[in-house]
């Protein structure tokens, strides 16, 4: 089983930039899609940014033009790379991906998260 292990996270105040890293236990990023999700008190997890294993990402619209995805195969790393934050980018920011484990299942895996506070 791989796991996830997310950095990164910090107060900052609003219209900083931040950096997270993911790292994965094992090599995964050249076959499988990466996605970072993001929760804030009392509101369901959300979808931020994913990068599919050939490169391609995609950005929810409240993070399109701040943020970006990008990964580095060599150090099993996936990095967001967050720029004039706003405070309501404040949420524990998490790692996910789908792993195959038979032909017809996939297991989820989530990391324990890193918490971005964004002050005004």
């Known amino acids: 089983q791989v796991q996830l292990v997310e950095s990164g996270g910090g107060l900052v105040q609003a219209g900083e930039s931040l950096t997270l890293s993911c790292v994965a236990s094992?090599?995964?990023?050249?076959?499988?899609?990466m996605n970072w999700y993001r929760q804030a008190p009392g509101n369901p997890r959300e979808l931020v940014a994913g990068?599919?294993?050939?490169?391609?990402?995609s950005f929810a619209d409240s993070v399109k033009g701040r943020f970006t995805i990008s990964k580095n195969i060599a150090r099993d790393t996936v990095f967001l790379q967050m720029s004039s934050l706003k405070p309501e980018d404040t949420a524990v920011y998490y790692c996910?991906?789908?792993?195959?484990?038979?032909?017809?299942?996939?297991?989820?895996?989530w990391g324990q998260g890193t918490l971005v506070t964004v002050s005004s």
């Open positions: 094992r090599s995964i990023f050249s076959r499988n899609d």
């Open positions: 996910h991906t789908k792993i195959a484990v038979s032909i017809e299942a996939t297991v989820e895996v």
């Open positions: 990068i599919t294993s050939g490169g391609r990402t």
